[in-house]
């Protein structure tokens, strides 16, 4: 009778949902989220940032700022191009049409001559496109005493 | 007995139901707690190609960035210059301000003088609060 009684119980765990499996789903999906996430971003170039203690945070969608880098030997990368430093006008005009919201974030080298944002900024006057803003990290007081 | 001792075997499984509660909080974690990384810096707003406005000399503070990192103040309408150190520049604009709230600060930068030299400036210039801003180009 025992034997019997073991059979039937076995047959009733069989019965349940599997809810081991449950954490295989979650991370399953865990894993295909992190795999998927593609981030919209063009490639980091590698520059020495500029420094400002007013740093601010720029709240605006990402859909709407448009990055600008300046690298230290003074290529212009606009979406990963190099762009010749006079045909930024002519790169920008299109997609300030199409996204009158956009803000340009400059990122420039902290070496680069003004002479280049200089360019980039009277071009991006000439485009239409006047919201600008020059992207700075953080400066710390303490960075700052030490210099 | 037979049966209590049945019921400790199974207790002594790890309890894999649970596995699916960590998996899912990990996976809720990691979607509220993910940062991207934000736009930071210095906004500025460029005047429109078309809106150049004369602007009287005793509003203007002109900052004159050198190649060099030093910074040439000077008042619009004297011709009087100070040489000074970018950090003494929040401290001389805050006063300025005071007394007169219509001053634009102007920041002409050497066009070879390093980009962090003119964001040192505009920092300042930031840090004191200074709504009317122009960027120039040293001539």
Redesign the interface.
Known sequence: M?KIG?FK?KSKASDEIP??S??D???L??IF??VTTV?RKEKKRDIDW?????????D?K?KN?LHIW?TQDGTIYINDQIVPEGDVAALIRPIYAENREL?V?VR???????????GI?EQ???A?A??????????KQMARARR | MGILKRRERVSDEIPTASMADIAFLLLVFFLTTTVFNEEKGLPIVLPEKSEEVEVSAKNLLFMLVQPDGSIIVKRGESEQEQVVTYRQIEGILRQELAGNPNLIAAVKTDPAAAYRHMINVLDEVKKAGAERISLQVLE
């Open positions: 025992g073991g119980k809810s081991s449950l954490a789903i979650a991370f999906l865990l989220f992190m981030f500029v420094e400002a203690e007013a740093t601010q945070k720029i605006e990402r700022v300046v803000v974030a420039g080298d902290d070496d680069v001559p003004y002479r280049l944002i200089n900024t991006l006057q000439a239409g006047v919201r600008v803003t020059f992207a700075t990290r953080v400066e």
